[in-house]
């Protein structure tokens, strides 16, 4: 069980907008950077967010992040077909001396 | 290319040991820290454990403490992953991959399976 809580299912339709949150506490989140994967099926994470709200190159501005206290979230703009995968956060934990994803939020584009 | 490309996987008895290597070109491998992450069948990302980049400082999470063994080797690009005590539960794909850090570069494995089973 991870200690990065996310929503199970998450979904919308074309050119909407979708966020995903990721809740953690004040040994992760409220204290480190949070990151964000996308995982399309049968293919490795890819990151879409690290360092809580930048972006690597490459990653369309469509995908955005932000964090308040010991919560997180990743907003999709514009959303497309090809955005519905799985969605992990992730961030370092004080007190487990290691990094801990997210339960995984699987977004379906309808 | 950058590329990581994990081996070593494969059907292993519960008890056992297993060593997954994961090879690395076209970047700069001794400047990053690497990570192992893996996903069972069906189920979420789990991350297992990070080396630095000079392979002074390892983590681990609880789940493989003391049974998993995270290693490098500069001079060969070459991450590894030595796996004792195997369970049925550590059935998973493994990958190796950098990221997690403050400079966004993003490399990942196409994974190495490994299943535990008698």
């Known amino acids: 069980q991870s200690v990065l809580t996310q929503p199970p299912s998450a979904s919308g339709t074309p050119g909407q907008r979708v966020t995903i949150s990721c809740s953690g506490s004040?040994?992760?989140?409220?204290?480190?950077?949070v990151y964000w994967y996308q995982q399309l099926p049968g293919t490795a994470p890819k990151l879409l967010i690290y360092?809580?709200?930048r972006r690597p190159s490459g990653v369309p501005d469509r995908f955005s992040g932000s964090k308040s206290g010991t919560s997180a979230s990743l907003a999709i703009g514009g959303l497309r077909s090809e955005d519905e995968a799985d969605y992990y956060c992730a961030s370092w934990d004080d007190s487990l001396n290691g990094f801990v994803f997210g339960t995984g939020t699987k977004v379906t584009v309808l | 290319q950058v590329q990581l490309v994990e081996s070593g996987g494969g059907v292993v008895q519960p008890g056992k040991s297993l060593r997954l290597s994961c090879a690395a070109s076209?970047?700069?491998?001794?400047?990053?820290?690497i990570h192992w992450v893996r996903q069972a069948p069906g189920k979420g990302l789990e991350w297992l454990a990070v080396i630095s980049y000079d392979g002074r400082i390892e983590y681990y999470a609880d789940s493989v403490k003391g049974r998993f063994t995270i290693s490098r080797d500069n001079s060969k690009n070459a991450l590894y992953l030595q796996m004792n005590s195997l369970k049925p539960e550590d059935t998973a794909v493994y990958y190796c991959?950098?990221?997690?850090?403050?400079?966004?570069?993003?490399?990942w494995g196409q994974g190495a399976l490994v299943t535990v089973s008698s």
């Open positions: 004040r040994s992760n989140i409220g204290s480190n950077h």
């Open positions: 076209g970047f700069t491998f001794s400047a990053y820290d």
């Open positions: 991959a950098t990221g997690l850090d403050d400079y966004g570069d993003d490399y």
């Open positions: 360092s809580n709200d």
